[in-house]
């Protein structure tokens, strides 16, 4: 693989047919061993790396709204608790609670909103992105300086065996999808 003089070991954790997968579709990216990416396969791996971030990054709106929505609901939670300790108090207090109560959810609230639309706006990015951005997209989730990096390469994909099952369904033995 490549003009490296050491061959990767599989990790004692990791699935020998895994990572012997991961070996294969590293080769095929750096065809002739300069460590750099000029195969066109990587537009497969590139395209499924693409759909990941775009998953990833739905799962993370949603997981922003849900914490928008705890958030007021807390917020209102709290607001109701401290108004009951405080009701025999003067009605003054009550409303500068409310005040600062509401200027600390909107605070809160306009924050989560600016994170979900700029996940909104990477997830429209990466939607419309070309072949060639796609894989830049790619390249750089497994580089270092700019270089492809097998440590990177074998991290990014240990986690993704399901990408090798679609890359190389032949190998796992499973009908194409």
Do not use: W
């Amino acid at each position: 693989m490549g003009s490296g003089s050491s061959v990767p070991r599989c990790p004692s954790s990791c699935d020998k047919r895994d990572f012997s997968a991961i070996l294969r579709l590293y080769d095929d990216l750096d065809a002739n061993g300069d460590f750099e990416v000029e195969s066109a396969e990587v537009q497969k791996i590139a395209e499924i790396h693409v759909a990941n971030k775009i998953m990833i990054h739905n799962r993370d709106v949603r997981h922003v709204e849900v914490c928008k929505t705890l958030t007021v609901e807390n917020a209102e939670r709290r607001l109701n608790n401290e108004i009951s300790a405080i009701k025999s108090a003067c009605f003054t207090k009550i409303q500068d609670v409310t005040r600062r109560n509401h200027a600390t959810v909107k605070r809160e609230v306009t924050k989560y909103d600016a994170e979900a639309d700029a996940l909104r706006a990477e997830i429209r990015r990466l939607e419309i992105a070309s072949p060639p951005e796609k894989q830049r997209v790619f390249v750089s989730a497994v580089s270092v300086d700019d270089r492809i990096s097998f440590k990177e390469f074998f991290k990014y994909m240990r986690n993704r065996t399901e990408n090798l099952r679609q890359l190389y369904p032949d190998y796992y033995g499973e009908a194409a999808a």
